[in-house]
């Protein structure tokens, strides 16, 4: 692999970080900077006055004391787990239920479906926040490590910069917002449609924003890169 867009800090710190420190992997750039991950409910359940932790265990039977979440040994879950054992917002007697992301979302499409109160992990980008009305509760004092707005940055080889040069300049200024992403996961992911193509439609749609990408960035002939893609779409 030569280059990782997806490295969530600090989520992935513990495991990029010791990597550029022995020189062999560097940030190029910082790809995202609006993205979140906390508790969410859906809307119906934020209008009744769930905004935040502190009030999930005043509602505790409407919600099951169950809180939905990635599997365990995700960050996530280890995360959620520490704060249920230190009985932050009164959430030691709740169930945390961790699966794979197929199967929580379906649990939490079918309660939404039912109009049930439901709380679950959630973060952005993802095609959730595309498909469902859904509301990020706000964090109290000891849930920094779950609810947090953390940065998405881009990693290369320490090489890559001189093999190269034209390509990492793109990615030193490459950037895109959550919302975007999230469609295009949704594209892909939730409408099952060839990742090519859900790229083609966009860059189409959307060649302003990838000439700034580009910008100063020569194709192998040499000339202006945009000026190929361009003549593409």
Known sequence: MEVMLGAWAPHHNDMINPLVAAGKLERVATNQKDSKTSLCVPS?????G?????????????????????????????AMENIMD?????????????????AMMMEVGAQIKQQKWVVFGCWAPHWMNSIYDIKYLDGVAGTEAFVNEPSIDTVVNTEFSVQFPQVYKFLQQFSVSAATESQWIYAFSYDKNEAEQVARDWIAANLDTV????????????QPAIKAIKAAF
């Not at 000439?211 to 040499?222: K, R, S």
Request: proline share 2%; hydrophobic share 40%; charged share 20%.
């Open 86 to 102: 230190k009985n932050i917002a009164g959430l030691q007697d709740w169930e945390q239920v961790g699966s794979n992301l197929a």
């Open 50 to 78: 769930v905004h935040s932790f502190a009030d999930l265990d005043s509602n505790a039977e409407k919600f099951n004391k169950t809180i939905y979440n990635l599997e365990a040994g995700s960050g996530m879950n280890t």
């Open 211 to 222: 000439a700034v990408w580009l910008e100063g960035v020569n194709g192998p002939d040499g």
């Open 44 to 48: 119906y359940v934020w209008d009744a």
